[in-house]
C-alpha cells in the first residue's frame, strides 16, 4: 500500500470513529422520570395526576451509574409559587429558585449554565404546559442539589431515590433532573420529563382548622342545650 492510499485510509478510519463517537455521545445516558402514579412516558413526556407528585425519581440509561443529582422544577411564569419546595425521601434538600428570571426560549442547560445531553428546547416543554395554562410564557426553575447517589438503570425504576416534594407544585410544572457524573453532565430526555397534569390538593391551614373545631364545639354545646330546653 503506498503512502498516500495510506493516509487516505486512516483519515476514513479516523472519521467514522469520530462518528460513532459523537452518535454515541448524542444517545447515551439519558435520565427517565419515574413516581408512585402514573409517569408512563408516552412520547413527549411522562404525566402524573398525583400533586404533589411522590416516590418520584429517576432512572438513566445505562446504569445503574453515579454521580452528584440535581432537581428541577419548572413551574409556569404566570402560576402562584411558593418560595421553596421541600424533597424528602431518600435524598432531602430544599429547592430554591434558581434566577428571577424565567425561561423562556433557548435550552434548559445553557439558562443554567452548564452543558448537559441529551438537550432540552423549552419547544419540548413549552407546548403541553399552554395547552393545560394558555397563559404560560415559559418557566420559573427550582433547582436543589442532592449530592452523590446512584440511579439505577432503566429496566429498574421505582427502587431509589424515591422522593416526595412539599406544597403541591403548579398545574402543568415539570420535574426533570441532571446526573454529573465527573464532569458528563447527563440531562432528563424530553419524553422522561415528570409533567404535572393536576392542580394542587389544597390541606387546610392550622388556624383554619382551629376555627372549624372552634365551631363544632361551639355548634354541639348548642345542640344540648336545646334538647335540655
Known amino acids: 500500500m ?9 483519515g476514513t478510519l479516523t472519521s467514522l470513529i ?8 448524542d444517545t447515551i445516558d439519558p435520565l427517565h422520570g419515574y413516581c408512585a402514579v402514573g409517569c408512563i412516558d408516552n412520547g413527549t413526556n411522562s404525566p402524573t395526576t398525583s400533586n404533589p407528585p411522590v416516590n418520584f425519581g429517576f432512572t438513566v440509561d445505562p446504569g445503574p451509574a453515579s454521580g452528584d443529582l440535581r432537581v428541577d422544577l419548572l413551574v409556569p411564569d404566570n402560576e402562584s409559587h411558593a418560595s421553596s419546595y421541600a424533597l424528602t425521601g431518600t435524598l432531602s434538600g430544599t429547592a430554591t429558585l434558581f434566577s428571577a428570571t424565567a425561561w423562556t426560549s433557548g435550552q434548559l442547560d445553557a439558562y443554567l449554565g452548564i452543558s448537559a445531553s441529551p438537550a432540552n428546547p423549552i419547544g419540548a416543554y413549552l407546548p403541553s404546559t399552554q395547552a393545560l395554562d394558555p397563559g404560560a410564557t415559559g418557566f420559573l426553575v427550582y433547582q436543589v442539589d ?13 427502587v431509589s431515590p424515591l422522593e416526595s416534594i412539599s406544597p403541591g407544585i403548579p398545574l402543568a410544572s415539570y420535574l426533570v433532573g441532571f446526573l454529573n457524573e465527573g464532569g458528563n453532565i447527563v440531562a432528563t430526555a424530553n419524553s422522561g420529563a415528570i409533567f404535572e397534569t393536576s392542580a394542587p390538593v389544597s390541606t387546610p391551614e392550622p388556624n383554619s382548622l382551629v376555627l372549624l373545631g372552634t365551631g363544632l364545639v361551639g355548634f354541639a354545646m348548642w345542640a344540648r342545650r336545646k334538647v335540655k330546653l
Open 2 to 10: 503506498t503512502n498516500k492510499k495510506l493516509l487516505i485510509a486512516i
Open 18 to 25: 469520530l462518528c460513532a463517537a459523537v452518535s454515541h455521545a
Open 146 to 158: 442532592l449530592g452523590m447517589t446512584t440511579l439505577q438503570g432503566a429496566n429498574n425504576p421505582n
